[in-house]
């Protein structure tokens, strides 16, 4: 990797930062695809042919489009700094004064940029990371210099898409229903998103994607960014009447939120972008930093208890489920809603996290005991950030409610937000919290967060405050995780409503939605696993018909959707008879078999002219081994599907494909004869089952079928046994 003075070239992963630096901030002329070794005259050159002419009724020098868009540069979009002093010094012209190039040890190429801006009293410093995987990311600390308070209304973070760039993915949902895909035409103008759930939002669109027209999951150029805050964020596609087009990016400032005293110093959140041939790549990318942060682990398959018995918490009842998940294979068994003080329905309690003594006289120790005598670990349910009315706490500290001042925000699940940002609240918190852990010895915490904040007022500063909200739960998260290294976090807001890398670093889990019906869960699960590999997806298996669409759906249906995640149960396995028991038992054996490779392997989703057709799988990082799962989400318009062409294997390897033995058992059920091809199975290249495919059965919607690919050849691997005589991390 070479660089000039005026010119700096990142490359890693299969991706090439090409940055000119010759003028303002860092400008990037190139992001994409690899451009390999380039000499620093062919690194002049190749900027020297992204200047564009200067055409009529444009500015006399061409606009510089830095990664800090600024009015004073040229540029008339959206622009990446908003914010004044007074009225006053709501422009900026940053000149750099310092640029350094380091490498850390795992590779990471970083450019850190220093500028400022003598006028307007502001200096910054903006850092530009590409990371081994190819994933980059930038963020930016903007200083008050002068004497005097300087407001910041916004600061947006850009990355440049090339013309080719034709078409604009994003995501929207509801609770139950997140990360539904929404696509149209890349046009002029501004096409923005914002967030102001104060969370991530279920309607969040988690990545802003823009590629090439009719990209897929395997095919065309793709590029995306991912704001990695758990606030309000706003994210932007721009493209105006020259070639310049952005994607941009970071925290929705409400206003007054952050008002910067003489030397103080705004911290920008990360903004991550991605780029790939297809969006698996793109995926991969995000997939790869996220595995890299965590060490390897056998996750736990979680038990649940939340829609087995809902409020009606019985130590006899709990206790006859705890040795129902047992006999089934479940390893870890989580106390939800329900055990804390006046709470026995969703009106009251919330605060007061002490263990109610008219439910538990003995504490929940009976509970435990009894829990970790089957061999199984023990998690809780707890909601930190909110709080009822009807609470003790509320009545001893209402001044702890966020609210703008003079009445409360409208109530949202009876529930109110608990001001973490407050210091007393917050020391309240971490104590209560960590004397539960302590005494419970807790490794897991299913940690929710069920209503956006309305009005989210401080009544301590009488500001805005969702920002200082935000940083206050990653603190509290922190130390609590300081104080007890063996717990574990799942993130839940009333599903996914709080999915984003920066709560993922602090946590081990997010339940990807409160809706466990597996017709559902097919598309949530797929668009939240863009940045979230399948290890970190909460998946339950749960009750037939489900809770929340009363769809009714086999337990294979149920059972192979949940494989493909972080598989759990969430039923009343204590009233289902021998059979449905065994049943049960047998498809969390398998995915115990198949779990070292589908937590650990690379995530292939295919493309299928059918919209009917739902494909996707794991393969093994060394290519030997694979599992995919095939559904149809309506009556194919084709009898039968046709043709699936299958990827992410090694081309020129060969390849043993054959159903599982449960798949065996349902289409063999269902009236007609299976291909030619299913009872022997088949043996090919790699190649032939990505170029060609073979073909499906015709089987009803909602019907799971799942292939395993085993690689013949000699090359690496064997067949998947048992995970529990695999070591940590290690692929079957």
């Known amino acids: 990797m070479v660089s000039s003075p005026a010119v700096c070239h990142l490359r890693a992963g299969g991706v090439s930062l090409v940055l000119d630096l010759a003028r303002s901030l860092p400008r990037i002329v190139h992001w994409g695809a690899d451009l390999g070794e380039l000499s620093d005259p062919q690194l002049q050159q190749l900027v020297l042919g992204s200047y564009r002419q200067t055409v009529a009724n444009q500015p006399d020098r061409t606009p510089w489009v830095s990664v800090l868009p600024e009015n004073s540069q040229g540029w008339v979009g959206t622009p990446g700094l908003e914010g004044h002093r007074g009225g006053r010094h709501f422009s900026t012209q940053f000149a750099t004064t310092g640029i350094r190039r380091d490498t850390d040890p795992d590779g990471t190429e970083r450019v850190t940029t220093q500028a400022a801006d003598a006028v307007a009293g502001l200096g910054l410093e903006l850092s530009l990371e590409l990371l081994p995987s190819g994933l980059a990311r930038l963020r930016v600390g903007l200083t008050n210099l002068a004497a005097d308070p300087y407001t910041l209304n916004g600061l947006l973070l850009a990355w440049p898409l090339p013309q080719q760039a034709q078409e604009v993915l994003d995501f929207t949902g509801k609770h139950g229903r997140e990360r539904a895909p929404q696509r149209h035409p890349l046009t002029h103008g501004t096409y923005l998103r914002e967030g102001r759930h104060g969370r991530t939002g279920t309607d969040a669109t988690l990545l802003l994607l823009a590629g090439e027209a009719g990209f897929g999951f395997r095919q065309g150029a793709v590029w995306g960014i991912h704001a990695a805050w758990s606030g309000n964020h706003r994210m932007l596609v721009e493209r105006g009447s020259g070639t310049e087009t952005i994607l941009a990016g970071g925290e929705l400032l409400l206003p007054g939120e952050i008002e910067l005293g003489p030397g103080e110093t705004y911290a920008s959140p990360w903004l991550y972008a991605s780029y ?54 479940v390893e870890r068994f989580v106390l939800d809603d329900g055990w804390f003080r006046h709470r026995r329905d969703d009106h009251a309690g919330l605060g007061d996290w002490y263990v109610d003594e008219t439910v538990w006289p003995g504490g929940l120790h009976p509970l435990v005991d009894h829990v970790r005598g089957l061999g199984l670990e023990f998690g809780l349910w707890v909601e930190p950030e909110m709080i009822n009315v009807d609470s003790d706490l509320a009545r001893a500290h209402p001044e702890w409610i966020l609210a703008p001042g003079d009445r409360l925000p409208l109530e949202w699940r009876h529930q109110q937000v608990l001001n973490v940002g407050h210091p007393a609240a917050w020391s309240y918190l971490f104590e209560r919290l960590d004397a539960l852990i302590t005494e419970y010895d807790l490794t897991y915490l299913k940690w929710d967060h069920n209503r956006d904040l309305l009005e989210p007022g401080s009544q301590l500063t009488g500001r805005a405050g969702v920002h200082a909200q935000t940083l206050a739960v990653y603190r509290l998260i922190d130390e609590l995780k300081a104080a007890h290294p063996r717990l574990q976090i799942e993130s839940c807001s009333a599903g996914g409503g709080r999915a984003d890398l920066a709560i993922l670093g602090r946590t081990d889990r997010v339940w990807t939605s409160d809706c466990t019906d597996a017709h559902e869960r097919q598309v949530i699960q797929r668009y939240t696993g863009l940045i979230i590999p399948p290890e970190l997806l909460g998946a339950h298996i749960s009750a037939d018909p489900n809770h929340q669409t009363w769809r009714r759906l086999t337990l294979a249906m149920r059972a192979a959707t949940a494989m493909f995640g972080d598989l759990g149960v969430e039923w009343n396995v204590a009233r289902l008879d021998a059979d449905e028991r065994r049943e049960l038992a047998e498809w969390i054996a398998t995915y115990k078999q198949w779990r070292p490779l589908l937590h650990g392997g690379t995530v292939v989703r295919l493309d299928h002219p059918d919209p009917a057709v739902c494909a996707h799988g794991v393969v093994a990082a060394d290519g030997h081994a694979g599992l995919f799962l095939v559904t149809l989400a309506e009556t194919s318009v084709y009898g039968p599907p046709g043709l699936l062409r299958l990827g992410g294997l ?44 073979f073909q499906l059965p015709d089987v009803p919607p909602d019907t799971p079928l799942l292939f395993a690919v085993t690689r013949v050849d000699g090359g690496p691997g064997r067949r998947p046994t048992s995970d529990t005589t695999i070591n940590k991390g290690e692929l079957p």
């Open 276 to 329: 790939g041939q297809g969006l698996d790549e793109l995926s991969a990318r995000f997939h790869h930093f996220v595995r890299a942060t965590r060490p390897p682990e056998i996750r736990p398959v979680t038990g649940n208890c939340w829609e087995a018995v809902y409020f009606d918490h019985r130590l006899d009842r709990l206790t006859e489920l705890a040795d129902a998940f047992a006999e089934v294979g």
């Open 650 to 693: 090694s081309p020129h390897a060969s390849y043993r494909l054959e159903p599982l033995p449960a798949t065996r058992r349902v289409v063999a059920a269902w009236p007609g004869t299976p291909p030619p091809w299913w009872e022997p199975g088949l043996t090919l290249s790699g190649q032939g089952l990505m170029q060609y495919g």
